[in-house]
């Protein structure tokens, strides 16, 4: 049984999100970067996620993928750590977790693509336009100091990033709101922690490719 947690990661990947969420839970990991490519298309890591892809994280003989999947599941399989409210208190973290792994990770990609989805055709997509996104977004991170309330959880953790990356890149919009949300949380320590570390593995990575 493995009761470590390893990380299959790519210190280029949503790997990201997950290293920082081990941080912040706090217990020990192993982490196994692979190359873009080959690495991830082997037999052995295929039996572990057929997408060929990264984050995947087994934990216990489990094999969860999916970044928002493994933030949650990180924050039950370590309950301690408190990054999920209680389960009738679970109505904003399930909301902004999922809306984050839908709606703003669609509209950012399809805005990013170039993609735009007709007005008369918004009613067939999830997220509707990369507008009302944005403004959902915005309320979401202004209501509060976090997602559920005046403590963080898994849900700012994998939101967060997702603010933190379009703003870097300049996929979602430029709002003072979004920098306020992003500066709460990436002054973080454990944010601090899994940035280094991934930064420092982008450097070994580079070299040996």
Same mark, same amino acid.
């Given at each position: 049984?493995?009761?470590?947690?390893?990380?299959?990661?790519?210190?280029?990947?949503?790997?990201?999100?997950?290293?920082?969420?081990?941080?912040?839970?706090?217990?020990?990991?192993?982490? *196994?970067?692979?190359?873009?490519?080959?690495?991830?298309? =082997?037999?052995?890591?295929? !039996? &572990?996620?057929?997408?060929?892809? *990264?984050? @995947?994280? *087994?934990?216990?003989?489990?094999?969860?993928?999916?970044?928002?999947?493994?933030?949650?599941?990180?924050?039950?399989?370590?309950?301690? /750590?408190?990054?999920? +409210?209680?389960?009738?208190?679970?109505?904003?973290?399930?909301?902004?977790?999922?809306? /984050?792994?839908?709606?703003?990770?669609?509209?950012? @990609?399809?805005?990013?693509?170039?993609?735009?989805? +007709?007005?008369?055709?918004?009613?067939?997509?999830?997220?509707?336009?990369?507008?009302?996104?944005?403004? @959902?977004?915005?309320? /979401?991170?202004?209501?509060?100091?976090?997602? @559920?309330?005046?403590?963080?959880?898994?849900?700012?953790?994998?939101?967060?990033?997702?603010?933190?990356?379009?703003?870097?890149?300049?996929?979602?919009?430029?709002?003072?709101?979004?920098?306020?949300?992003?500066? %709460?949380?990436?002054?973080?320590? !454990?944010?601090? %922690? /899994?940035?280094? &570390?991934?930064?420092?593995?982008?450097?070994?990575? =580079? %070299?040996?490719?």
């Amino acid at each position: 049984m493995t009761t470590t947690p390893i990380l299959y990661t790519n210190p280029m990947s949503r790997g990201r999100i997950v290293r920082w969420m081990l941080e912040e839970v706090g217990v020990p990991y192993e982490t *196994v970067v692979l190359p873009y490519g080959p690495s991830m298309k =082997t037999p052995d890591f295929l !039996a &572990l996620n057929p997408m060929g892809k *990264v984050p @995947t994280l *087994v934990h216990n003989e489990m094999v969860i993928t999916e970044a928002a999947a493994i933030c949650a599941y990180l924050a039950d399989a370590f309950p301690d /750590a408190g990054f999920a +409210p209680s389960l009738e208190n679970r109505g904003a973290y399930y909301r902004w977790l999922f809306f /984050a792994a839908g709606s703003l990770e669609n509209a950012v @990609t399809n805005r990013s693509l170039g993609f735009e989805i +007709p007005e008369e055709k918004r009613g067939m997509v999830g997220y509707g336009s990369f507008d009302l996104v944005m403004d @959902t977004l915005e309320g /979401a991170v202004t209501q509060q100091p976090f997602l @559920t309330g005046e403590r963080i959880s898994a849900a700012d953790i994998y939101l967060g990033s997702h603010i933190g990356w379009g703003l870097q890149f300049k996929s979602i919009e430029p709002r003072p709101a979004f920098y306020a949300y992003w500066d %709460r949380l990436s002054k973080r320590p !454990a944010y601090e %922690r /899994a940035t280094g &570390l991934d930064d420092a593995a982008i450097g070994g990575y =580079t %070299r040996s490719s």
